[in-house]
């Protein structure tokens, strides 16, 4: 199995430019011959609830019909719920032309490793930096260095042998929240197998040894 693995900025409310974004990397994907587009959470509408947005509209229906000849796309929005109900954060995985895997998001407690449950563990995520606004480079490696170490600090300890972490994070400014970047795939162990160097936005192409044409509902 090969992973397109993205660190991607995607602006607040900004649906159109983010699917316009989705589809250049989707033909990416498909130019680099791989079989999975890993995009980080909350792609399509950038984090901000008020852009919620229902798995019928436009923007998510050609996403998924744009699966039909090209790699599976897993990609991320804030999902309008109900009247009256508040939004997901939902991650959907198309292929084929299908929608065949919806994830809203719930709280993770202390010790929920049925979340590792999965040879293949996707992570796309969106985690904001607090604090002044991000202005040079030594202050976005700094927020791109926590990220890193957060995260291969949680394969260390919660992955099990032969399970393998795929990270798309968002990365760089929004209107009013910074974001640190980083395309992965990590080991149980914490080792990095594959990484994009920096903050920057990027891509990764990587094969996932021993996976062949997953069934999609053997990964979370």
């Given amino acids: 199995m090969r992973l397109l693995l ?25 130019d680099t011959g791989c079989d999975l587009v890993l995009l980080p959470e909350m792609s399509l509408t950038g984090y901000r609830p008020g852009a919620a947005i229902g798995l019928h509209h436009p923007a998510v229906t050609a996403l998924v019909r744009a699966t039909a000849h090209r790699p599976a796309l897993c990609f991320g929005l804030v999902e309008a719920g109900p009247r009256h109900s508040t939004p997901s954060i939902t991650q959907v995985v198309a292929a084929d032309g299908d929608l065949v895997i919806t994830h809203r998001k719930a709280h993770l407690g202390a010790g929920e490793d049925t979340d590792f449950g999965s040879r293949l563990v996707l992570d796309p995520a969106a985690p904001g930096l607090y604090g002044d ?13 926590w990220w890193r170490g957060s995260v291969v600090d949680d394969a260390r300890r919660f992955l099990s042998p032969g399970q393998l972490l795929a990270v798309s994070t968002q990365t760089g400014a929004t209107d009013d929240e910074d974001f640190p970047g980083w395309a992965a795939l990590v080991g ?18 990587v094969d996932v040894a021993g996976v062949c044409h997953p069934d999609w509902s053997d990964t979370e």
């Fill in 6 to 30: 993205t660190s991607m900025n995607c602006p607040k409310g900004e649906v159109g430019a983010n699917r316009a974004r989705h589809l250049d990397l989707l033909d990416q994907g498909a």
């Fill in 133 to 145: 606004r991000r202005a040079t480079d030594e202050e976005w490696r700094a927020g791109f260095d």
């Fill in 188 to 205: 149980a162990g914490g080792q990095v197998i594959a990484e994009l160097p920096d903050w920057r936005e990027g891509s990764l192409a």
